[in-house]
């Protein structure tokens, strides 16, 4: 309960920073409005394609991640990893980590009791590392900005080298714990 | 209209209405916990959004290719590979914020590299992460991402 509280005032602060942030950026962006009449029209433009550009996708974006957030349980979550073996393990683990489910710091008690649990280390490895880059809705924003090929293409090259990664690693706990 | 807007929007939308058909209640939880993130989080895009209104409108794309330009080599992909390491941005707002680079000729490569970074690599959280998982492993996952990052990027520098 304690902790609760703490970490609500904290992201009050957090807030109350930005908004102080944005005060400033504000303030330098109206001087310059007004000190260079000729960059208005191009300063104009594009405020407002980014903002249209962002305001399209936000509410979509956070209502996904809203929506996972309250149905996919940290205990679901373990249960589909805690079972799964093989090479299901590893894809399984992507795919638990892409869902959007909050910030990486979530992720890492969950991976610490999967690891206890004795899940494949290969398996909590990609879990963690698509927990951190692969994120649905993070996608759909890439997509939005910068285009399908840029996003399908980083995003099937990071799947492959995670994977990669993840047997490596697990290869080479296996490797020091023998010796 | 552009197509992604399209899409993201009509698969939020079909979630949604999946999600309420299944259980109300969550589903009203979900949106509140969508519209606390949204009040958090605007002031950041605003304030992205403007840098980027000043970015684009008072420097040069001789200037912002000098800096993160193809001619910045590969001492230029370390410097942002560790500045994506380093920073804490989200990533939502760190898209905007590359399309303008990109806009303003800046190096695809750089650009992934550092998108990447900035979410695989956490320098921050890597104490956290230890705690968790144990030093081995975080360690590695991180050298490795940081690592594989630069592939990632040189990699989409080539064919894209």
């Known amino acids: 309960m304690r902790k609760q509280f703490k970490k609500l005032k904290r992201t009050e602060k957090d807030w109350k920073q930005n908004i102080v942030i944005l005060g400033i950026v504000f303030v330098v962006t109206i001087i310059l409005f007004l000190f260079f009449p000729s960059k208005r029209e191009v300063m104009i433009v594009t405020f407002e394609k980014f903002f249209i550009e962002m305001i399209s996708i936000l509410p979509a974006v956070l209502i996904l991640m809203g929506l996972f957030t309250v149905f996919i349980s940290k205990k679901m979550v373990m249960r589909y990893l805690g079972e799964a073996a093989g090479i299901k393990a590893i894809f399984l683990g992507i795919l638990m980590g892409a869902l959007p489910t909050g910030p990486l710091y979530i992720a890492f008690p969950i991976a610490s009791v999967l690891l206890k649990k004795g899940v494949r280390v290969a398996s909590v490895v990609s879990f963690l590392s698509a927990w951190a880059c692969i994120k649905i809705p993070q996608e759909m924003v890439e997509l939005q900005f910068l285009g399908f090929k840029f996003m399908a293409l980083r995003l099937f090259l990071t799947i492959i080298f995670v994977i990669i990664m993840g047997i490596f690693i697990e290869w080479a706990v296996k490797l020091t714990n023998q010796k | ?160």
Do not use: H, W, Y
């Open chain 2, 1 to 160: 209209m552009s197509s992604s807007f399209v899409f993201i929007n009509i698969f939020a939308i079909s979630c949604l209405i999946f999600a309420f058909i299944k259980d109300k209640r969550k589903a009203i939880q979900g949106v509140v916990i969508a519209l606390r993130n949204f009040i958090k989080i605007i002031p950041t895009i605003l304030a992205v959004i403007l840098s980027i209104t000043l970015l684009l409108a008072f420097f040069s794309e001789k200037q912002i290719s000098q800096i993160v330009g193809d001619k910045a080599g590969f001492i230029g992909i370390i410097i942002v590979a560790f500045l994506g390491s380093i920073l804490q941005i989200p990533s939502l707002i760190s898209f905007p914020l590359a399309a303008s680079l990109l806009k303003r000729g800046a190096s695809i490569t750089l650009i992934a590299v550092f998108i990447t970074t900035l979410t695989m690599v956490g320098i921050i959280t890597l104490p956290l992460e230890i705690k968790a998982v144990g030093k081995r492993i975080a360690l590695m996952r991180n050298g490795i991402s940081f690592i594989i990052a630069i592939i990632i990027g040189i990699i989409l520098g080539m064919i894209l």
